[in-house]
């Protein structure tokens, strides 16, 4: 052990205490030791009777919309005067998951000396009892009410603050919560992204009418920077979100998104391309085999979409070099009759596709479908196919690879992630390329508005499909028959 002199052993002792007092007081007081952000700062500052934090996500709107939360039912706020407590204030969520995940942020930044001891929080239940309750030793109590799940017995309920986390898309609760405040005079904060598949235009007009007050922030690097600090924010895994950040943000999201979920504005833009960073000049190829980028192995795979009509029915052939970190896609084949086909002529035209490429069925590594099409003449569906292919092939039972129908095991939002994950490959120089034969393929890439029913959406949903192993996630791809061309 090093012997210190007394004098410098007591400073070394009274330094390791003062900072085991810090750290207690900041395990006790979590949001006191928070620095916040420009947009942050504005919302908590803000006295408006009603409010509204406006950003894209990612942006801490959860945290700060906790924190303010939390000081009036403390009664003591850094930043402005509040209703001396106790209040009752209500969280409302649009989802049991989402109130989880905001009790959660809630239960991170409570200040545990000024709860009442029998608070528990766990992160399957959220906040313990039937009411969901926060309790403060002053009496202040916060509940979580979802939306459609809890009768929001409004007509007793006496509300001071309410807090909604991620818009409502619905006028009416707004309306009842609203008229319940006025008798209280009290409060109400929304903090969100527009991104909703409900009408927003009731809060829009709000706002142009000034009864709320609205803090809207675009994604620029300076709004993560916490007041006072050099350095920004980071993300959960490290990343600073600095200048760089902000970037790959906005190349990440799709053109037409990203105004709504980066900047935070209120309605998606109409740009006319679904996949804007599609382009002839740096995706087609003349002749993918000649042309020396096919790298010596690659994975096979196959993509087929139905429908009745002409162009409704597709298919796509794709190669897939995995060696590197992203996977490099070419398109080199498409199946899109210009008229309304059976399932055996479609079972002939995948073949041949496949043929002019001088590839079996046998050498493909997966083949995805979609579900079924049932039509006013034709219905199709994968056994349809799988048995339509295997009679040519002269295969008794199964195929291999299986056909296997690409939306099996998914989340019901993999539309626009796999969207976005076309897009992101577009981005990555050297990564996307079709061949110029695929003309339909290329004439929807560049046209395809992000419509279900335009006539481009089947071969986009063809491409989907044949690339399911790779955005479709890592348990998606077990079982997956990895076998390898050359
Ligand atoms: N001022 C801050 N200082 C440090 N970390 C923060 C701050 N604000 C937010 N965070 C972190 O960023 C994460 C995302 O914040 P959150 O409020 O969930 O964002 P949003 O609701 O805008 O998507 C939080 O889990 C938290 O860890
Ligand atoms: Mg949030």
Redesign the pocket.
Known sequence: MTAYPPVARRALVSLARDSLVLAERAARRPMDH????PP?RAFLESRSPFKLLR?G????????GACELIARCTGHHSYKPVRPPPIEAWVICKSWSQSIAIQQ?VWRLLPRDEIVPETSFSAKNGFAGVQKAVVFRNGSVVRFKTVGQDTLDLESATIHYVWIDEPLGDEHTFGALQMRLRRTGGDIAI?MTPATTGDLRWLRKLVDEGMVEDLHFRMEAANFV?VGATEP?RT?DGTPMDALWVEEQLAKTLPWQRGVRCHGEWEFSNATRALESFSRERHVVHGVHASGLLPARVELALGIDYGEDALRTCGVEVYVDTAGQHPRIFVVGEYAPQQGTTVDMDADGILEMLAGNGDRWSDLDAAWADKRYEGRTTRKNARLFHDAIARRLKVTGELRPQLRVAKRGLRRDHFWSSIRWLHEAMIRPGHFHVDASCAWTIEALEKWQGGEAEIYKDIIDALRYALRAYWGGRADQQGRVVRRRF
Do not use: D, I, M, S
């Open positions: 928070v620095r916040w952000t942050q950003t996500n990612q942006f801490g709107k959860t945290w700060a942020k903090t916490p924010l959960e």
